[in-house]
């Protein structure tokens, strides 16, 4: 049974109470279609579990498959250095259809961030050491593809609908 | 069949790796080598098992170690598939005669006619330290070929 390796912390992106009794972590790709699927249902699943589930999104992208999932990753963590980690991530995910430098710029302007800044981080790869850590931490826990989720700390290997996330989670809250 | 664990010379063998080139493991040696037989090409993609391998192969370098993944696919075939995938470790073709190699490590699928999803750790010496063998279905990840080479260091 494959175990989370990297404790949840408060360097992690978590949305939710820090104390809730069930915390989901997914290992994500922005780029990643099943990603893009499950994106959608983690947001059903958090509003059914409300209080009782916490949620913390890691990066884990698959940068020789996904040209374009490593700039995603860091601009999501351009955005989290300016306290706006989620808004990005939703954004991408909800424009997973045109990834790519200009949706970047976009998405930065829209919410309010300095997209020279965002270019110049893109450049000097400022965030690649975050995204790294998180990826070569996922390895170690055992995530073995996109998305892989973790119930408190224990890799769910089963199905990641809705019905059987919430199944799962249920059962941990037991 | 059961696969050969943890104390065994791994065997030898000598595999189509291009339409043009063979790779032997005996010219490995004095490196740690990592074999991961695997049931087809052209699996799903976000969760297949050798891109996943791609992405970690910085990590496995790190120890000095060689990657091969091995299934019954012909050259041509692993050609395709490791230009799709932007793959940069070399696929070992078990084709002919079929599954040969995949049977000396036990891990050969009789009915299924296809390689099992088994990892072997074999050290610079040419004996096996770590050996797994994965349900069909499921992506063994990368984590416990890490350990096994963590413990080759030691």
């Given at each position: 049974m494959a175990?989370?390796?990297?404790?949840?912390?408060?360097?992690?992106?978590?949305?939710?109470?820090?104390?809730?009794?069930?915390?989901?972590?997914?290992?994500?790709?922005?780029?990643?279609?099943?990603?893009?699927?499950?994106?959608?249902?983690?947001?059903?699943?958090?509003?059914?579990?409300?209080?009782?589930?916490?949620?913390?999104?890691?990066?884990?992208?698959?940068?020789?498959?996904?040209?374009?999932?490593?700039?995603?990753?860091?601009?999501?963590?351009?955005?989290?250095?300016?306290?706006?980690?989620?808004?990005?991530?939703?954004?991408?995910?909800?424009?997973?259809?045109?990834?790519?430098?200009?949706?970047?710029?976009?998405?930065?302007?829209?919410?309010?961030?300095?997209?020279?800044?965002?270019?110049?981080?893109?450049?000097?790869?400022?965030?690649?050491?975050?995204?790294?850590?998180?990826?070569?931490?996922?390895?170690?826990?055992g995530?073995n593809g996109?998305?892989?989720?973790?119930?408190?700390?224990?890799?769910?290997d089963?199905?990641?609908?809705?019905?059987?996330?919430?199944?799962?989670?249920?059962?941990?809250?037991? | 069949?059961?696969i050969?664990?943890?104390?065994?010379?791994?065997?030898?063998?000598?595999?189509?790796?291009?339409?043009?080139?063979?790779?032997?493991?005996?010219?490995?040696?004095?490196?740690?080598?990592?074999?991961a037989f695997y049931p087809?090409?052209?699996s799903?993609?976000?969760g297949?098992q050798?891109?996943l391998y791609?992405?970690?192969?910085?990590?496995?370098?790190?120890?000095?170690?060689?990657?091969?993944?091995?299934?019954?696919?012909?050259?041509?075939?692993?050609?395709?598939?490791?230009?799709?995938?932007?793959?940069?470790?070399?696929?070992?073709?078990?084709?002919?005669?079929?599954?040969?190699?995949?049977?000396?490590?036990?891990a050969?699928r009789?009915?299924?006619?296809?390689s099992e999803r088994a990892l072997f750790?074999?050290?610079?010496?040419?004996?096996?330290?770590w050996s797994y063998c994965s349900p069909v279905a499921v992506n063994p990840g990368a984590d416990g070929i890490?350990?096994?080479?963590?413990?080759?260091?030691?």
């Open positions: 175990k989370l390796s990297i404790a949840v912390s408060s360097k992690d992106h978590r949305q939710g109470d820090p104390a809730a009794p069930c915390t989901l972590v997914e290992y994500g790709d922005y780029q990643c279609p099943s990603c893009g699927q499950a994106y959608p249902i983690v947001k059903r699943v958090q509003k059914h579990f409300g209080k009782r589930l916490s949620f913390v999104f890691r990066n884990f992208p698959l940068s020789q498959m996904h040209r374009y999932a490593e700039s995603a990753a860091e601009t999501a963590e351009f955005a989290a250095a300016h306290d706006k980690f989620w808004q990005m991530h939703d954004l991408l995910y909800e424009n997973q259809d045109r990834l790519g430098n200009e949706l970047w710029i976009e998405l930065a302007q829209e919410l309010h961030l300095a997209s020279a800044q965002l270019t110049e981080a893109l450049e000097t790869k400022e965030f690649q050491p975050r995204v790294k850590a998180d990826f070569s931490g996922g390895v170690r826990s995530v996109t998305p892989t989720f973790f119930i408190n700390s224990v890799r769910h089963g199905s990641y609908d809705f019905a059987s996330l919430v199944e799962a989670i249920d059962q941990a809250l037991e | 069949m059961t050969l664990t943890a104390g065994t010379a791994a065997p030898d063998f000598s595999l189509r790796v291009t339409p043009e080139q063979k790779l032997s493991l005996s010219e490995l040696r004095g490196k740690p080598v990592i074999l087809a090409d052209w799903p993609v976000c297949d050798m891109a791609n992405e970690v192969l910085p990590e496995f370098q790190s120890y000095g170690a060689e990657l091969i993944g091995i299934s019954v696919d012909g050259a041509w075939c692993h050609a395709a598939y490791a230009k799709d995938h932007n793959l940069h470790f070399p696929l070992g073709a078990d084709f002919e005669p079929k599954g040969a190699v995949s049977r000396s490590y036990g050969y009789e009915g299924d006619g296809f750790v074999i050290d610079k010496s040419g004996v096996i330290t890490l350990q096994a080479l963590e413990e080759l260091g030691k």
